[in-house]
Structures are given as C-alpha cells and as structure tokens.
C-alpha cells in the first residue's frame, strides 16, 4: 500500500457572519458608487438597467493571474476567451495586457481578427469548423485545436489548396477524477483515441503538429484534477518525442477556473469553497517542471480562463418595479431585470446590493424580473432591506457570460458601459431599438394588409 503523501493541516476562515441576538447577522451596505462614479448618475445617464464593466478591475485581475503563474513557470501565454464576452472593448483590454485571442467559432474568429489580433496568435477551438474557416484560419496561421475524427480528415484534404501547412493541436478529454467527465470536447486519452489522432496527424505528413490542448471542466473546485491532466497530457508529449520524434512546443490547460460567485445551492459562500488561482497556479506549474522536461524543451503553458478575469469587473444595475405579497406570504419584489439579461442567475446566487441608504428592516423575499415567464427568477430567496418602487440595486460579478448568453426576449438589451481606470464613463454597445430588432425580418407582400 503506498503511503499517502503528507499535506499539513490549514485553518480556513468562515464567513457565515456574525451572531446577534435576532441570528446571523445581515451584511448589508448600499453601493452608492463603482470606482468611484455614483450609481445613481450612471443610471440617470444610461437608463435602467445597464451594465457596466470596471477597466481597472479587469488589468488588475489579469495582472494578478498572470503573476501568479510567470512567478510559478518561466513560459506562459494567456489567451482570452472570446465566448465569455466578446465585446470588442472587453477584448481589447486583454489583448492591450498581452492576451492572445481563444474562439470557438468562425463569428469570434473573425471578432478576433477585426479586433487587430495577430493570425499567429489566435487559437481556434470548437467543434464546428467550416472549410471556408479552416482555410482562413491556416490562411492566417492560426493554431488550429482538432476536436474529432471528421475534423482531422477534413483538414487533411484541404491541406493540398493551403499556402502553408496547417499548425495544429488535438482537444483531449480525460479522467481527471471528477465526475461527470467531459469527455465530449476531443479525443479520450484512456482509451487510447488520443494517441490515434496523435500518430494520424504526423504519419499525413501535411499537418504540423505543436500543441496538446484540454478542457477538463467549468467552475472547477479541485486544483488536483489540473495536476492529473498535466501528467497524462505530458506523458502524450513525452511519447510524441520519443515515438513519433515530434516535439510539443505548448500545452494548453483550456480554463474552468471559478470565479468568486457562489453557486447556486451551495451550502457555504465561495470565498469558503473555491481554490485561488494562486492555488491552481502552484498545482499545474509544479507538475508540469516535475515531467522531466530539458530546459530548452519545456512546453509553452496556454491557458484559455475567462470567468475568473472578467466576472468581477461586471455590474448590473436595476430598478424595483413593484412589491407584492405571494399566496405562502412571502414578499416579492420585481427589478426591470430578469433571466434575459442575467442568464448566470440560474448558476449564481449573485451578491445585490441596495444603491441608497436604507432602513435596519430586512426581510427574506423573492427577486423576480419583469418577464411574463415564471422561472424569470433572479434570486429564489434572498435577504434584503425593504425596497421601494424606483429604488436601484447593483448586482455584483456579472462579467462572464452575461453579454453574450443574454436574450432579446420581451424586452430588449440595454446598455453596455465602460468605466475607464480615470473614472471616465463609455458607452460599449448601444441598447437595442425596434427598428434594429426588425432590421433582418423581411414581410410576404400577401401580409402587408389586414383589416380587423
């Protein structure tokens, strides 16, 4: 039996609040200001609701994850990912930072490419990759992340009309011990699929092969599971070296790191559950120089994480609309808000705060938007101040995902601000109009007319 390696005891702040002599104490302050622009002027300004991103939170965020892994391993290269929000000023603050662009579709490759970014330096991930794109993509000399058998041999037969060969790598899919496993992005490494792309691309001689690239997970809570996928995407290397006298030039960890949301129906808040990124840093840095690579030959270290750099540079705020009383007696407030803009609500028990002052009452409510669809509900229970019609809120760490997931359903999109690092406001994206919602739809002559 193999001794279990030793790892010292830690003691863990809790932040389960205080006691009084009502119970837990409630930890509520307005939020009057975001970097130190007031709410109430950018709401007046822009309308409600609105969005607004923090410049200096997403340098601030991006320097410090980058810092932790460069202090960690002498090569890394973030690159953003594109699909957890795409706007064109978003983006080019990481790629001002030194990000390279990560898609997964021909739409965000062509964002990628509008925004200045280099070919060389945009990964093409995905499982859907027309000809027209591939062709583009090798065009530009982009690396291209081969995710399945139909996509290997389509790129194969388009090598005989490309200027230059293709540079590629292969997604790779793995038991990493949690469960379920991903295993739809890619090839399998347990059994031995991985390995059979691996020697299908070098044996056509017109691929060349560069990179390992996966993608274990999303809002990942195990630092370990990186570490296995470290060890079995560096045994595919060694072999590819030994074996196939190939040598990978990266290694690309995809993302999944979490953010400092709490997820929905977590018994404890993130900030008690979820790893740093020093931590996740120090698990895939330290496994990987442990593999036994020659000081030349260490792999470039990809990493491709989204959620974590962006979700708390995002706010949204609101309005209350109105207060009601349920059938059970539960009070319920409705925001000019709801699931269409804030799709992560089905995921997060996102943080809100009153923007005003407020009286010391609280009470437990329901959050509801304004959508005539029942699961339009923000929080199913949360504890707040009692708020008045026209009163605002701010809800916290919606960076991720909510600008490119969000629906034009009922109600149409709002405005997207910036606040850049001098506290100066920017409008990002405009918010939408009827004539832009009807712009595409075209009318049946035999429709034009009715008469009721």
């Known amino acids: 039996m193999q001794k279990e390696k030793y790892e010292r005891p830690l003691i863990q702040k809790m932040n389960a609040g205080l006691m009084n002599k009502f119970g837990t104490r409630t930890e509520y302050e307005p939020v009057k200001h975001i970097d130190n622009v007031p709410v109430k002027e950018i709401i007046k300004k822009y309308g409600s609701p609105v969005f607004v991103i923090s410049e200096r939170t997403i340098r601030r965020t991006y320097q410090q994850a980058l810092r932790a892994f460069r202090t960690r391993y002498p090569k890394v290269q973030f690159a953003w990912s594109y699909k957890t929000n795409y706007i064109n000023a978003v983006c080019n603050i990481f790629h001002q930072e030194g990000s390279w662009a990560e898609v997964v579709s021909g739409f965000e490759y062509r964002k990628a490419l509008g925004n200045g970014v280099p070919g060389n330096k945009i990964l093409f991930n995905g499982p859907e990759k027309t000809n027209e794109e591939l062709e583009l993509a090798v065009a530009n000399d982009?690396?291209?992340?081969?995710?399945?058998?139909?996509?290997?041999?389509?790129?194969?037969?388009?090598?005989?009309?490309?200027?230059?060969?293709?540079?590629?790598?292969?997604?790779?899919n793995m038991d990493t011990g949690i469960y379920p496993i991903w295993d739809r992005f890619g090839f399998n490494y347990e059994n031995g699929t991985a390995w059979n792309a691996l020697t299908k691309i070098v044996a056509s001689g017109k691929l060349e092969l560069t990179g390992l690239h996966c993608?274990?997970?999303?809002?990942?809570?195990?630092?370990?599971?990186?570490?296995?996928?470290?060890?079995?995407?560096?045994?595919?290397?060694?072999?590819?070296?030994?074996?196939?006298?190939?040598?990978?030039?990266?290694?690309?960890?995809?993302?999944?790191?979490p953010s400092s949301n709490t997820l929905r129906g977590a018994y404890l808040p993130a900030s008690d559950t979820n790893p740093s990124l020093d931590e996740f840093a120090e698990a895939i840095c330290s496994t990987l120089l442990q593999q036994g690579f020659k000081q030349d030959e260490l792999p470039l270290l990809m990493l491709e994480s989204g959620r974590a750099l962006i979700d708390d540079a995002g706010y949204l705020l609101g309005s209350v609309l109105a207060n009601k009383r349920l059938s059970d007696g539960r009070r319920a407030t409705i925001m000019d808000f709801g699931v269409n803009l804030l799709f992560?609500?089905?995921?997060y028990e996102h943080k809100i705060s009153p923007a005003q002052d407020f009286t010391h009452h609280t009470e437990d409510m329901v959050l509801y938007g304004p959508l005539c669809m029942n699961i339009d509900m923000v929080r199913e229970t949360i504890n707040l101040p009692l708020l008045n019609r026209g009163d605002h809120v701010v809800v916290h760490r919606v960076g991720a995902y909510n600008m490119t997931q969000w629906m034009q359903f009922i109600q149409m999109r709002p405005n997207v601000v910036l606040i850049d690092e001098k506290g100066e406001?920017?409008?990002?994206?405009?918010?939408?109009?009827?004539?832009?919602?009807?712009?595409?739809?075209?009318?049946?002559?035999h429709l034009k007319e009715f008469n009721l």
């Not at 690396?143 to 058998?149: A, R």
């Not at 992560?344 to 995921?347: D, G, I, L, S």
């Not at 406001?425 to 002559?445: C, D, S």
């Open 142 to 172: 982009s690396l291209i992340h081969i995710d399945h058998f139909d996509e290997l041999y389509q790129l194969i037969e388009l090598t005989d009309k490309m200027p230059r060969k293709p540079r590629v790598a292969i997604r790779v």
């Open 215 to 257: 993608h274990i997970g999303t809002y990942m809570l195990s630092a370990n599971a990186y570490a296995v996928a470290v060890n079995k995407l560096c045994d595919l290397a060694h072999n590819c070296k030994s074996q196939l006298n190939t040598v990978i030039k990266y290694i690309d960890m995809g993302g999944g790191f």
């Open 344 to 347: 992560t609500a089905f995921w």
């Open 425 to 445: 406001t920017h409008l990002l994206r405009e918010a939408e109009t009827l004539a832009y919602i009807e712009q595409l739809e075209k009318m049946p002559v």
